[in-house]
């Protein structure tokens, strides 16, 4: 059974910086892509960033040049190192494997960017 678990949110100021993490069991990650969404209160799920098993990597533009999606194949874990911070980044952040035709969720985090 996949599971995802999630960590690392927290209550930061605008321009500050914060690295989730979200650990898998279950699974061996190396074969598949991950990704990292998130969900504001009251709005959509928006998908994040994506790192694909090969290396690749993608980003939504509302975060490129600020956030970065790296793994670590060897600790089934994968993170989102998160810069320069804007209020409008507040959201729950879940993590995704991508086991197709399946999706796998982790429970999320939540950051909060505040004054």
């Known amino acids: 059974q996949v599971q995802l678990v999630e960590s690392g949110g927290g209550l930061v100021q605008p321009g500050g910086s914060l690295r989730l993490s979200c650990t898998a069991s279950g699974s061996v990650v190396s074969r598949y892509a991950m990704s990292w969404y998130r969900q504001a209160p009251g709005k959509q799920r928006e998908w994040v960033a994506t790192?694909?098993?090969?290396?690749?990597?993608n980003y939504a533009d509302s975060v490129k040049g600020r956030f970065t999606i790296s793994r670590d194949n060897a600790n089934n874990t994968m993170y989102l190192q998160m810069n320069s911070l804007k209020p409008e980044d507040t959201a729950n952040y879940l993590c995704?494997?991508?086991?197709?035709?399946?999706?796998?969720w982790g429970q999320g985090t939540q950051v909060t960017v505040s004054s």
């Open positions: 790192s694909f098993s090969g290396g690749t990597t």
């Open positions: 995704c494997l991508h086991i197709l035709p399946s999706n796998y």
